[in-house]
């Protein structure tokens, strides 16, 4: 897994909860990083798993919802750094449905050795998106915190419907409705 | 800091360390892995570009040659290759560029080029994209692509496409829509306002700007005038804000009004013809309206920045200016047609005031006797109960019938105006006399448009006071004429020439010349001749001052003989007061002339006969006087040497001679005395009776029984003292000679009347017998035998208050008094 997951999380989790927060759950983690990471390189996804593990355990809050904040806070990074992927779109529809084919593109430009979800677009008309997302990882509730505030950034919301299809979570039904006002 | 914090804070540098540090030694091996790829994709770059141009020579040479423009980018917008015309098209310098063309898409097309994009991506071809577009060079253009996608081994990498410039294209579009949207918003419409509105309008919309204007071009006012506006000018009501009106040639718009040339000004303050409206703006672009050769109005657009408007833009409105011409034209002219419309509706308003105010009833009918207009002075002479505008439209057929009661000559009125209205010949000044008394004037004109009759115009005027005038005018003319016809006086006027222009009867009479003989002719060279004329001019130069005079003056009448005249002359003046010539009165004097001649001879022969008397009388009482004296010397001597020789009787002869000889003597004196008393002899003085009388008593030898006494004071008067010296004396002389009483008494007294003295002396002595009260006064006449009688003394007293303007009289009662009364005026 790409490092700045692991920094972007440890900084949201730092900025939320204090540093002792973050040293807590590094300690109480058993790592091989030792919890030493930089953006640009590539750690396992268990570590991320245990950190995730470990804060759900100390704040009780579930590993899901955490996702979902960190889905969040994640999306500002991306509008901060990369503020041309937006200039491309002109609604949040439209941004959703090429993730697959542009975003993910240039993802990898940046980071080749990236392991992405894939969200397949099942059904696209006007107002209403339905997407498939499949990852061993089951981040599901990250993409949801991404997809809603994705709406938000165009001024827009919908109602986002998550349809576990497997039950592990590694596939993952979206029904995005846009809410016209 | 707490022990748990300083371990927290240290492992979470050692944390960051190795982060740094492992992130150094990614970033190593990552480098030289790019710069090991970097060497192979440019040897794999010389390859391909070998490759390329070698294999696709005449693809090259078709792209590069092609006139449209050709871009490759890749699939991020980077510019990776393009054509010449492309360069340019995109503004820039050369082909060997950096760039990202999502730089030149506008923000608002944004969402377009990449739904668009995206569909090239699925489609692999995108035909008939027209975007507008900002190029390197900052210009707007609109362009055309049709593009495909390059794949490589299936895989997109790049996107070509070729351009087209649709600018101009695209803009005559634009154009050909406004022209029509034009030309359709103007179609249903002919209200000049309206139709200017909605262009005004469309312009400024397809100009970008908000201010577009429309000015009419008035030739015969000379002058443009703002009839429709967009944006700023107009108000909330719709109306034209500082609807500006000038001068042709004035202003930018002015000088198109007169060129009929369009301009495009780029920098509006470098222009000084630029009028200031609401705003200043930097831009201007300015069109005529031409039909026929003639400006008939301007477009007029502006826009606050520089450099606005474009030639493309000029052309359009021209073109949009010809479509319109004659829409506009048509709906002037209507315009000015209403406007004409309005001004007569105004001017007849205006007639219908002036109407209903007239002193004079109005009455106007059209062809078909119905009333158009009539006023109230009209319905008041007729005794019309109604308004006049209630009698609009009523039928006048019958007008004449009913109306006729109310003048005298009832059927005649009516005959009249039916043959007035058969005639249709204007007739003015009728004269018809109402049975109240009123006469009114009566003025028909009959109405004709393009020689076909439209009715006519009666006007009846109220003249019974001026009638009036007229007449009592004329008699009193009548009067005056009579007067100077049949005065005794001539009366001549003439111009300020001495040109005759009337005289009368008189006149004819006393120059023997009629009227027509001397109307027109000048009075001098009638009348006249060198010595006269010198003293008519004279007048005749004081009357032309303004000033009258009289005068005598000889003149020659027709036969010849010669007359004088009495002329009283007068200037003449007209209306304005300016001297118009003279009127003379003239009186022929010429026997009085002659009466007054022969009085003035008789007066001077009577007073040489008087003096001749005067003297005569003198040289004989003197005379006498000394041969008297010698007889009475010689018979004096003959007594004395014969006294004793002479009886008796002769003795008492003698006595008697001697008596006769005084009483002669003192005759002579009398006589001489009263011959000397006369009014133009002594010298005038200031006299004090009272004093002159105590002088007087003193001298006279008056006998103790007779007493003298002033009863009242005597005034002051002024006179000859000689002669009231002899008047007192004579008086007093008188009654002392006939006084028979012991006690004598004579009185003295004066009373002041208002314009006389009234004096008298009264004695207590014989008294007079009442008839010779007249003949006392009468000279040589006494009544008694004394030796002091002359018979004069009283003759000279009557004479002297005769000299003084009084008179004398005499009251008395026989035996017993006398009074003599006498006056001296004051």
Known sequence: MKGIVFTEFLEMVEEKYGLEMVDDIIQNSNLPSKGAYTAVGTYKFSEMLELFQNLSLKTEISTDDLLLVYGTHFFDLLERNYPEFFLVYQDPVTMLSSIENHIHVEVLKIYPDAELPTFEVVESTQNVLIMVYKSSRAMHHFGLGLINKTFEYFNSSATVVLEKIKQDGTEVKFIITKINE | ????????????????????????????????????????????????????????????????????????????????????????????????????????????????????????????????????????????????????????????????????????????????????????????????????????KKIANYLKTDDCVIYSVNHTENQVEQIAASGDKISAFGDIVNRLKFDIGKGIVGTVAKTGRSMLIHDTSKDKRYIVDIARNYSELTVPIIIENKVIAVIDSEHPNKNHFTEVQLRTIENIARIIALKIKNAISLNEKERAQKRLLKSEERLRILISSLESGILLEDENRKIVLTNSKFCEMFHIPLLPEEMVGADCTDAAEQNKILFKNSDGFVKRIEAILLKKETVLGDELIMKSGKVLERDYIPLYNDDVYKGHLWSYKDVTLQKKYRKSLEAQKQKYSGIIANMNLGLLEVDKHDKILMCNQSFTKISGYSENELVGKYGSDVFLN??????????????????????????????????????????????????????????????????????????????????????????????????????????????????????????KHFDSLEQTLERMEALITGILRYSSINSESGQNELINLNHLLHDIIKTLHVPKHINIFVSSELPIIYGDKIKFNQLFQNLLNNAITHNDKENGKIEIGCETKNKYYLFYVRDNGVGIDKKYHHQIFKIFYYITKNKHSTGIGLSIVKKIIEIYGGRIWVESKLGKETVFYFTIKK
Do not use: C
Not at chain 2, 136 to 149: F, G, R
Not at chain 2, 153 to 171: F, H, M
Not at chain 2, 548 to 566: H, P, Q
């Open chain 2, 1 to 200: 800091m707490s022990k748990n914090k300083i371990d927290i804070l240290q492992r979470a540098l050692k944390r960051e360390k190795a982060a740094r540090k492992e992130a150094e030694k990614i970033l190593e091996v990552r480098s030289t892995e790019l710069y090991k790829t970097n060497k192979k994709l440019e040897k794999l770059n010389a390859d391909l570009e070998s490759l390329l141009n070698r294999s696709d020579s005449q693809l090259q040479g078709v792209f590069e040659n092609i006139v449209d423009a050709y871009v490759i980018m890749d699939l991020n917008f980077n510019v990776l290759k393009m054509n010449k015309s492309a360069t340019e098209m995109l503004g820039f310098e050369d082909d060997k560029v950096d760039y990202n063309l999502a730089k030149m898409v506008l923000p608002g097309d944004y969402d377009r080029v990449s739904n668009s994009f995206q569909e090239l991506l699925k489609n692999g071809v995108l035909k008939d994209f027209e975007i507008k577009i900002k190029n390197n060079k900052s210009k707007v253009i609109i362009t055309h692509i049709n593009a495909s996608i390059i794949y490589d081994k299936g895989e997109p990498v790049a996107a070509q496409g070729i351009l087209r410039d649709i600018t101009i294209s695209k803009e005559n579009e634009i154009i050909t829509e406004v022209i029509n949207d034009i030309a359709q918003s103007i179609l249903g419409t002919m209200d000049i306002y309206e139709i200017s509105l909605n262009i005004t």
């Open chain 2, 530 to 651: 060198g010595e006269t004329l010198k003293i008519l001019q004279d007048k005749n130069k004081m009357r032309i001052e303004g000033q009258s005079s009289s005068y005598e003056i000889d003149v020659t009448i027709k036969n010849g003989e010669k007359r004088t005249w009495l002329v009283s002359g007068a200037p003449n003046y007209n209306l304005n007061g300016e001297i118009i010539g003279s009127i003379g009165i003239h009186l022929d004097i010429t026997s009085q002339k002659k009466l007054q001649l022969e009085k003035d001879n008789l007066v001077k022969v009577l007073k040489n006969k008087n003096n001749e008397l005067q003297e005569y009388a003198q040289i004989v009482s003197h005379d006498l006087k000394s041969p008297l004296r010698n007889i009475s010397a010689l018979t004096a001597w003959i007594k004395e040497d014969n006294y004793t020789n002479l009886n008796e009787e002769s003795l």
